[in-house]
Nanobody, 124 residues
């Protein structure tokens, strides 16, 4: 059983930056593709970004390309989401996720483990 714990959320002004972290325990971190999802108020949960086991491949939804960067440190069992140029549409609860394939992680049904979420609020 893998446990995922997110941190780094908070309140930020539009145009600002935040870095989310997700620490994994209880499993072999390097065996999992990792990703981030988010759920905005009144909306369905959506895929944001994913990274392959080695970190060599990354995937993003169009709305965050060029602003968000996903990375991982397998030695620290941690995945990160650097978020720049934040706007009000980025306000959401952000969830860390672990799965077997970074390509398939866009489909939430392919996720094996979820974190509890961290709130990101962007004020205009």
């Amino acid at each position: 059983q893998v446990q995922l714990v997110e941190s780094g959320g908070g309140l930020v002004q539009a145009g600002g930056s935040l870095r989310l972290s997700c620490a994994a325990s209880g499993g072999t971190f390097s065996s999992y593709a990792m990703g981030w999802f988010r759920r905005a108020p009144g909306k369905e949960r959506e895929f944001v970004a994913a990274i392959s086991l080695s970190g060599s491949r990354t995937y993003y939804i169009d709305s965050v390309k060029g602003r968000f960067t996903i990375s991982r440190d397998n030695a620290k069992n941690t995945v990160y989401l650097q978020m720049n140029s934040l706007n009000s549409e980025d306000t959401a609860v952000y969830y860390c996720a672990a799965g077997t394939s970074s390509i398939l992680m866009r489909d939430s049904r392919r996720i094996d483990y979820w974190g509890q979420g961290t709130q990101v609020t962007v004020s205009s």
